[in-house]
């Protein structure tokens, strides 16, 4: 049986501020959620995003938190910045906090000391809770990251994960503590036990009846078609389609000196430093409609060429089958590939074609070198998400690395909306 709906309806808070000490910064934002009728929302479920400038204060603010809403579970991180509704702060010590009041049996905390589950397998009869996607923040230091990131996949019924990872210089930490847990002490001495992580992940899954609509803006454009890596050597790629990959680089950039003159460097590399690459699998979607990245592509840099053998080297180990179409990003691409994301989970709540579902909250994980300055000004990123969007609350912040499906990105942008 699906839960009993809650009385006021799937509703989210959100409450943002800045200030360098840590306990004042957290009385800004709780005046805001009180303001708004915190205490009376009945929130099970809460995210918590702080910049590094107050992540030595992590402690402090979570166990304000949970003072003033003892039954409410967190997730969260410590970014370069934090991120609000159409608001960006970067460089500056700031808070932004958001409350859901989602029914208790549709999410689960999960951390270093109580992981999720294994799924069942899809053949077998179900018993018990079952993830089906999950948020995950994580420290980038943590070994074997990607394997962890593919194994936490592997325990959702969908495979799909949405998060980033932690920025701070000095404190790399995460947050996630579940009230129910009997270790979740507040006057103990132990970070953990108080919902702070250094290392490793943490977050929180949700069941299927949790209406989650996420899309990953990658920020680029291709500048030449999808080609088949046909010969690779780790990260050397030797061919493109069975033509020199170098070759094909250089067709791909315009770039008309032949590659046996002197002056091919002098016109070509200029434009290399401003390309990319876009990878997928073999059985994966590289291109969208042909005209943009889809959901499994994967950008990473090129990190040298070889000319004597015609090789292009790359920042991720290929192998052959795999799809490649190089790119270049700017700020006019940045901005028009968040619209285009924009415009597909607007459509996603379209009245006509979903007459029972509205956006009533969202999370945006940002690259630290995206934000404002990338697209043009202060806060314009956010300008653009909070344009297609409405003023639903959203917070999030500026990650060392952003996490879609099972993939780590650089330079991307995920945004996830959750709908009543």
């Not at 390309?275 to 969208?288: I, V």
Request: charged residues 15%; negative net charge.
């Amino acid at each position: 049986m699906p839960p009993a709906a809650h009385p006021l309806g799937l509703r989210c808070l959100h409450a943002h501020a800045t200030h360098p000490q840590p306990d004042l910064a957290l009385e800004l934002v709780w005046a805001q959620l009180a303001s708004q009728g915190a205490r009376e929302l009945g929130a099970t479920l809460g995210w918590c995003y702080l910049s590094d400038e107050l992540a030595h204060g992590a402690e402090v603010i979570l166990r304000g938190l949970r003072q003033h809403l003892p039954d409410v579970a967190w997730v969260g991180a410590v970014g370069a910045g934090v991120l609000a509704t159409g608001v960006e702060y970067l460089g500056e010590p700031a808070l932004a906090v958001m409350l859901c009041n989602l029914p208790h049996d549709d999410f689960r905390i999960f951390h270093g000391r109580h992981p999720l589950p294994a799924a069942q397998a899809l053949s077998l009869p179900r018993t018990g809770w079952q993830a089906h996607v999950a948020q995950v923040h994580a420290d980038g230091q943590t070994p074997d990251l990607p394997d962890l990131l593919r194994e936490l996949a592997d325990r959702t019924d969908t495979g799909y994960l949405f998060g980033g990872l932690s920025a701070g210089q000095a404190h790399s930490l995460h947050l996630a503590i579940d009230p129910s847990d009997p270790a979740a002490q507040l006057g103990s001495q132990d970070p953990g036990a108080l919902g702070v992580w250094h290392g490793g992940l943490s977050g929180v899954a949700f069941h299927q009846r949790v209406r989650l609509v996420s899309r990953v803006t990658q920020g680029c454009a291709p500048v030449g078609p999808r080609r088949e890596i046909t010969a690779a050597d780790r990260h050397l790629v030797y061919e493109l389609d069975g033509q020199p990959a170098l070759q094909c680089l250089m067709q791909d950039l315009g770039v008309n000196a032949s590659l046996r003159s002197p002056d091919w460097q002098r016109e070509a590399l200029p434009k290399v430093r401003m390309t990319l690459a876009g990878l997928t699998e073999a059985h994966e979607d590289l291109l969208s409609h042909g005209a943009h990245f889809g959901a499994d592509s994967r950008v990473r840099h090129l990190i040298g060429l070889d000319p004597a053998r015609q090789g292009v080297a790359l920042s991720e180990a290929v192998r052959t089958g795999m799809q490649l179409a190089f790119c270049q990003r700017d700020a006019h691409a940045a901005r028009q590939d968040l619209v285009r994301v924009c415009a597909e989970i607007r459509e996603e709540f379209d009245p006509s074609e979903h007459p029972d579902s509205q956006p009533v909250g969202a999370i945006y994980v940002s690259c630290t070198g995206r934000g404002g300055p990338h697209f043009g000004g202060p806060s314009a990123e956010m300008a653009v998400i909070a344009h297609a969007l409405g003023d639903i609350p959203l917070v999030g912040f500026f990650a060392a690395g952003e996490i879609s499906r099972h993939h780590l990105h650089g330079y991307t942008g995920v945004l996830t909306v959750l709908g009543a």
